[in-house]
């Protein structure tokens, strides 16, 4: 089956260490994005990539940092830097269609909790 | 499973009977736009899209309209049942770059279905 998988689906961290979350697709999309979920809001966009080696901060980039040494692998550091990181971190990609635009297919997310 | 529900407006249906699920959008340049589903605990699974170059678009029991002059958009689910029970929410993209790093997802609807 193609998809996206995050692992893990929960994790906890003690305040002041950096963490690092999986993300892993296997549907050959060139882009992948992460997002942070909370209650009640909208999906804010932290990182993205459109292709290997190359990446763009979103809108809520501060205190996360990622990697794209690989096609199917995403991986995103929360740092000790960020300053509320208990959340709901979704993965997502996408095709890259010639002036076209695609929809996200996302993975089931990893649930944060930092104390 | 994930509380992306809380505070969230909330749809109360009949079993059988048809929803509709409305979202304003916000920016007039917006030429994409997607509807998401997010069941508890799981990541958002698409559903369908829709270009500004049309206003109207159906797939299997949905149905997407889009209102240009009054930037409306609306989520139609034809005989709906139990597992249509989820968060619901719409996305507008800005970009055209087809890299969705300009798409903005609004908070969502929560849709309740009533046996």
């Known amino acids: 089956d193609g998809g996206i998988t995050q692992s893990p689906k929960y994790l906890f961290r003690k305040e002041g260490q950096n963490v690092t979350l999986s993300c892993e697709q296997n549907l050959n999309h060139d882009a992948m994005y992460w997002y942070r979920q909370d209650p009640g809001q909208g999906l804010r966009l932290i990182y993205y990539s459109q292709i290997v080696n190359d990446f763009q901060k979103g809108d809520i980039a501060e205190g996360y940092s990622v990697s794209r040494e690989k096609k199917e692998s995403f991986p995103l550091t929360v740092t000790s830097a960020q300053k509320n990181p208990t959340a709901f971190y979704l993965c997502?990609?996408?095709?890259?269609?010639?002036?076209?635009?695609?929809?996200?297919?996302f993975g089931n997310g990893t649930r944060l909790t930092v104390t | 499973g994930e509380s992306v529900g809380l505070h969230l407006p909330t749809l109360s249906v009949q079993e059988g009977d048809n929803s509709i699920i409305n979202c304003a959008y916000s920016n007039s340049a917006s030429d994409y736009f997607i509807w998401y589903k997010q069941e508890s605990g799981k990541g958002p699974q698409f559903i369908i899209d829709?270009?500004?170059?049309?206003d109207k678009r159906q797939g299997q029991r949905v149905t997407v309209l889009l209102n240009k002059t009054v930037k409306h958009l609306s989520l139609q689910i034809a005989a709906t049942q139990p597992g249509d029970s989820a968060v619901y929410f719409c996305a507008e993209n800005m970009g055209g770059t087809g890299a969705n790093s300009k798409l903005t997802f609004g908070k969502g609807i929560t849709l309740s279905v009533r046996p």
């Open positions: 997502a990609s996408s095709s890259l269609p010639p002036g076209g635009d695609s929809p996200l297919h």
């Open positions: 829709i270009r500004s170059n049309m």
